[in-house]
């Protein structure tokens, strides 16, 4: 089941995102983002009642972005990640963004295939754009539908 993020979902989100990501955000990113960005919206995937992955998405009108994603490492490899991808694009789709857009860092292989699968290409690199190493990003598209 994909439900929208809370704050009583944090404790939990924040120990994965510390497994997840060497640039973690951080328990006042999270809230801000579920309690005061309008642009923003955050879902958890749960299974069997476990939280077992996340994502987010901004929405700003034509274009939605996707702010993260990720699974809980135990539930790698099996497909699950297509879910939630499956599931944010269904979202943009529905509010008639014209694309998709996303940054990652060059050495994230696993991410990169999973967007190159989904139809997403890389458009531009943005330099030492990761403030923990300086890493590249780059930036990916995804045209969708837009206004029918
Ligand atoms: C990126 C992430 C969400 C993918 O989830 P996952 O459970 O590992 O991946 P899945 O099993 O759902 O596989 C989805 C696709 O990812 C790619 N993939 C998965 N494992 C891979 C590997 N070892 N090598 C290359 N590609 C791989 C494949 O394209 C795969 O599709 P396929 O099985 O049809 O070939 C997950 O690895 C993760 O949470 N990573 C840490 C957080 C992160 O980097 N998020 C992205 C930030 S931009």
Same mark, same amino acid.
């Given at each position: 089941?994909?439900?929208?993020?809370?704050?009583? #979902?944090?404790?939990?989100?924040? !120990?994965?995102?510390?497994?997840?990501?060497?640039?973690?955000?951080?328990?006042?990113?999270?809230?801000?983002?579920?309690?005061?960005?309008?642009?923003?919206?955050?879902?958890?995937?749960?299974?069997?009642?476990?939280?077992?992955?996340?994502?987010?998405?901004?929405?700003?009108?034509?274009?939605?972005?996707i702010t993260t994603i990720g699974i809980k490492?135990?539930?790698?490899?099996?497909?699950?990640?297509?879910?939630?991808?499956?599931?944010?694009?269904?979202?943009?789709?529905?509010?008639?963004?014209?694309?998709?857009?996303?940054?990652?860092?060059?050495?994230?292989?696993?991410?990169?295939?999973?967007?190159?699968?989904?139809?997403?290409?890389?458009?531009?690199?943005? !330099?030492?754009?990761?403030? #923990?190493?300086?890493?590249?990003?780059?930036?990916?598209?995804?045209?969708?539908?837009?206004?029918?």
């Amino acid at each position: 089941m994909i439900r929208k993020m809370c704050v009583e #979902d944090l404790d939990v989100v924040l !120990k994965l995102e510390q497994q997840l990501f060497s640039s973690c955000w951080t328990y006042d990113m999270f809230y801000q983002e579920i309690t005061s960005n309008e642009f923003a919206q955050l879902f958890v995937y749960e299974v069997e009642g476990e939280i077992i992955g996340y994502y987010g998405l901004w929405v700003l009108y034509e274009q939605a972005q996707i702010t993260t994603i990720g699974i809980k490492p135990s539930f790698q490899g099996k497909g699950f990640s297509k879910v939630l991808m499956d599931d944010l694009i269904q979202k943009a789709i529905d509010v008639e963004c014209e694309f998709i857009s996303l940054e990652v860092r060059i050495s994230n292989f696993k991410a990169i295939q999973l967007y190159k699968n989904y139809g997403f290409e890389i458009v531009n690199i943005r !330099k030492n754009y990761y403030q #923990d190493n300086y890493e590249d990003a780059y930036l990916m598209v995804k045209a969708i539908g837009g206004l029918s």
